[in-house]
């Protein structure tokens, strides 16, 4: 199991960027593929992008060529550049552990604070 605890949300305008940090505690990190999932109001939590360990990466469409993940295996960082952010992106962003079995797969149990992205002119 590992212990995310995420940063770097905020206010920004639509067509702006953001990066989002996340400091991970737990053994397993380093072999451990890492994703950024979101929750928007009334909505279910969707991976949005995955880091394996090796640091070969995947998106969702909605995210594809916007968006990128990258991890620190030395620092225990995983983070998530978002760049031209659209209206529909506003939500809780989380990091953890990817779903067991891949996308689709089950989600981990334990899960951080988060940390809320708004877009809004």
């Known amino acids: 199991q590992v212990y995310p605890v995420e940063s770097g949300g905020g206010l920004v305008q639509p067509g702006g960027s953001l990066r989002l940090s996340c400091v991970v505690s737990g053994s397993i990190f380093n072999i451990s593929d890492m994703g950024w999932y979101r929750q928007a109001p009334g909505k279910q939590l969707e991976l949005i992008a995955l880091?394996?360990?090796?640091?070969?990466?995947n998106y969702t469409d909605a995210v594809r060529g916007r968006f990128a993940i990258s991890r620190d295996n030395v620092t225990n960082m995983v983070y998530l550049q978002m760049n031209s952010l659209k209206p529909e992106d506003p939500a809780e962003y989380y990091c953890?552990?990817?779903?067991?079995?891949?996308?689709?797969?089950?989600?981990?149990?334990?899960w951080g604070p988060g940390t809320q992205v708004t877009v809004s002119s």
């Open positions: 953890n552990t990817g779903p067991l079995g891949g996308w689709g797969g089950r989600v981990p149990d334990y």
């Open positions: 880091v394996t360990s090796g640091r070969n990466s």
